[in-house]
């Protein structure tokens, strides 16, 4: 292992310094805005020498590159606006900035209608079912990603508790690991406990694609329901965006993104934050007194054992818009975390020392290059996690949820342990793209993972078992073909070969090699008319986790067989206007699923734990919708819903003693699946009152309504009609209120979240936090 890091040190080295043997090229980067400074996305950009023409991204930037020295004319003009020309100079190697502020076109104004896209307007316009969050928007909430992935339709982040508790994120019916994370476009497997999406504040993005069902194959991963990627982007060459917030249960979050970049393409980019939290909410619980006997069915408690924080820093440097590379970044991505455990897989137990530490230290390379030969774009990415994890159970005592305790034992208060290791885990992938012609294009991606655990415990020097090293190896190989005419129809076709080895030492090594296909067709019956298709035969491979278990409250599972599915969608968006004022936006997505081996999270046989397990096959069939409404400039609306349905198809039981199917037909045939949400939805509202108190102020007040019906704990056919367990109907109502001054420089918001205090639950009805109050001040500052 040692002789395979040295060689991918030696291999990133050698591609650093080769690059820099190329020739120096020159620059032009810009910005373009109206006279109030809002960015003006869609500008056209002519570079009259080169006869070069393209159009400014969401933020109105624009970049031109590889240009010799010399002098250029620039000509910008956009729908409503006065066009603008500017000569510009630029030396060999340089980077020269540009801002052009352009004009309104006042004669001509009243007849204008603007077709300019944002960046996540385009992205909801692939063939694929998938929605983009404008990220940008949230900025001044508190809220982190998995808060901004709750509120779109198909969604539903379920957290065993608070701040820095488990999630388990659900996709149209998938969930768990058939869900696959990024960030741009790099999977976050390796990331460490001190990266997750319920942990990662939302300002660290610039937009957040769900991708429902088929995942496009440059995601490179073997994501079987679907795909989350998180996109940072290149947002301001030079800025610092800072916010911190404090609020109920002693919260305290904070977020640092900088970027220093020089003319002359040196680049220094900064994301650090952190996130605190007592976590000691009401929780309404069964509770005996350990000393008395006394007992309350329904005692109201505060968690006297659940703080959490974390830290994380990352942190890259290179250069950007050169000859030889558009971006080559060195970084080194640093975090820890500190996570006390209040319940176990069910809210019966209850822990009062039990806790978890964890850190990493993951060095990384980032690589990209556009026109690398004449029409082929390249992508390299390259990181290795070393950082450790330790499991702390020492305390021979048993709790009560009044905090008392007496002794129990020599064991602990689950399993004494010290148990300190290394979830080192390495990630390689490589994309590259090549255009054809003006509507043709190749793809071919490759993402290699390997993860190797290994430790020791000092409170049990004898268990060899926890020394012996486990390990995985994954290989995701896919090849794409796209035929598009843009805003007409597109469809693409590709294909992956999934290859994994696992091994336990003094273990047998499993090897599983599959292969996977599909397609993805879209139609434009009008501009603002889309119909949409997909299809996809795809393959998930057990991860590390599900395989040895978290050592917390997931236990291992080497039997876990991979799971195949057949997926279908199809969708339509149509966006129209009754007249200026009045702009609607209807999108519509359907899903029909056959999953064989399917892979799901059950309660271990002692219910003290979750372990994954395989069904012999699941059918999921369903659909979701989101409307928006928005008036003028200063009010928006919309609502989501979501409705699937999970069917069992395994006719016979497995006995879990001699492993054999039983002879007569399950009670639990063509059972709903059990703790999975079936219907659930979003409405939300907000308005912003422009230029109040003085020009360049803004008031922003909103409110967003969660649903989630009640759905079954267990399995349906277990009790009768009035003894089922089930999780109750919940309804959770926010409401924020943002102040921003001196154009959007400083920013002060107030949010409150579950305002009528309601009980909220979630996996195996373990409760969420009551009602909270947070404060946020955000100042964010921008130099071109």
Not at 464 to 477: D, S
Not at 618 to 644: I, M, P
Request: glycine residues 8%; charged residues 20%.
């Amino acid at each position: 292992m040692q002789f395979k890091k040295i060689l991918l040190l030696g291999i990133l080295c050698s591609v650093f310094s080769a690059t820099f043997s190329q020739n120096k090229s020159a620059t032009i980067t810009g910005k373009v805005l109206d006279e109030d400074g809002i960015a003006l996305p869609g500008a056209i950009v002519k570079l009259q020498e080169k006869a070069i023409t393209l159009t400014t991204d969401a933020d109105g930037a624009f970049t031109l590159k590889n240009l010799i020295a010399g002098n250029y004319q620039l000509n910008v003009s956009s729908v409503g606006m006065l066009p603008q020309q500017k000569q510009v100079t630029v030396k060999e190697g340089s980077t020269v900035n540009v801002k052009f502020v352009l004009k309104a076109n006042v004669q001509n104004l009243q007849s204008v209608k603007v077709y300019g896209r944002t960046a996540s307007q385009e992205i909801n316009r692939q063939a694929f079912a998938v929605t983009a969050i404008d990220a940008k928007k949230l900025y001044n909430t508190t809220l982190d990603i998995s808060g901004a992935l709750d509120r779109v339709s198909g969604v539903r982040v379920r957290e065993s508790g608070g701040v820095g508790s488990n999630f388990n994120l659900s996709l149209n019916g998938f969930s768990g690991n058939n869900i696959k994370y990024f960030i741009d476009g790099i999977p976050m497997d390796n990331f460490g406990s001190s990266f997750q999406i319920n942990n990662i504040p939302v300002n660290i993005a610039e937009r957040i694609e769900v991708y429902k069902g088929v995942v496009p194959m440059w995601l490179g991963s073997d994501a079987l329901g679907g795909a989350i990627n998180i996109v940072t982007g290149d947002r301001y060459r030079n800025y610092v965006d800072a916010s911190y917030s404090y609020g109920s249960f002693n919260t305290h979050r904070s977020v640092v993104n900088a970027a220093v970049t020089s003319k002359g393409g040196l680049t220094v980019q900064l994301n650090a934050f952190q996130n605190y939290s007592d976590n000691n909410y009401k929780v309404q619980v069964e509770a005996s007194d350990i000393n008395t006997g006394a007992y309350s069915p329904k005692a109201t408690i505060r968690r006297f054992h659940d703080t959490y924080h974390n830290e994380a820093l990352i942190v890259n440097a290179g250069v950007v818009n050169k000859s030889f590379a558009d971006k080559l970044l060195l970084g080194i991505t640093l975090g820890q975390n500190y996570k006390e455990i209040q319940t176990g897989a069910r809210m019966v137990s209850v822990f009062g020392g039990w806790h978890r530490r964890g850190n990493t230290i993951m060095p990384s390379l980032k690589y990209k290059k556009d026109n690398l030969v004449k029409g082929l774009n390249v992508t390299l990415n390259a990181n290795y996690n070393l950082g450790t994890e330790q499991n702390i159970d020492t305390m021979n005592v048993r709790f009560d949820w009044y905090g008392n305790s007496i002794p129990n034992g020599t064991s602990g208060e689950r399993s004494r342990t010290l148990y300190k290791y290394k979830n080192n885990n390495g990630l390689v992938t490589a994309m590259a793209n090549y255009k054809i012609s003006e509507r043709q294009s190749l793809a071919l991606s490759n993402v290699f993972s390997t993860f190797a655990r290994e430790g020791s415990d000092a409170a049990n020097p004898s268990n060899n078992n926890l020394e012996r090293p486990n390990k995985t190896n994954k290989n995701v190989l896919g090849l794409g073909y796209n035929y598009d005419v843009k805003d007409v129809w597109s469809v693409t076709v590709f294909g992956k070969h999934y290859l994994q080895n696992t091994s336990v030492k003094g273990g047998p090594t499993a090897t599983t090699s599959k292969v996977g296909y599909g397609t993805a067709v879209s139609y434009f019956v009008k501009p603002n008319l889309q119909l949409k298709s997909s299809y996809e035969h795809t393959n998930r491979l057990p991860d590390a986790i599900e395989f040895f278990g978290d050592l917390e409250n997931q236990e291992g599972n080497l039997d876990l067989k991979p799971q195949a599915s057949d997926n279908f969608n199809i969708g339509i968006m149509y966006d129209f206007a009754l007249n200026d004022n009045h702009h609607f936006s209807v999108t519509g997505n359907g899903a029909l699923r056959h999953a064989k081996d399917f892979i799901y999270t059950r309660l271990n046989n002692n219910q003290s734990k979750f372990i994954a397990d395989n069904r012999d096959g699941v059918s999921t069939w369903g659909a979701d919708a989101e409307l928006r409404y928005s008036y003028k400039n200063w009010f928006n609306a919309g609502a989501t819903v979501t409705y699937q349905y999970l069917r069992n198809l395994q006719k016979y039981e497995i006995d879990q003693t001699t492993g054999k199917y039983y002879t007569s037909v399950s009670l639990l045939y063509l059972n709903q699946m059990p703790n999975i949400p079936f219907l659930f939805g979003n409405v939300d509202a907000s308005a912003t009152l422009r230029d109040l108190g003085q020009k360049g102020n803004s008031l922003t007040v909103g409110t967003n309504l969660l649903y989630v019906h009640d759905f079954w704990l267990y399995w349906p056919a277990y009790g009768t009609s009035k003894g089922k367990y089930g999780i109750p109907l919940q309804i959770a109502l926010d409401a924020n209120a943002v102040y921003s001054f001196h154009n959007g420089r400083y920013n002060l918001g107030l949010e409150v979240k579950n305002i009528t205090d309601a009980l909220m639950y979630d996996n195996f009805s373990l409760q969420k936090p009551s009602r909270g109050f947070y404060l946020n001040f955000r100042y964010f500052i921008n130099k071109q």
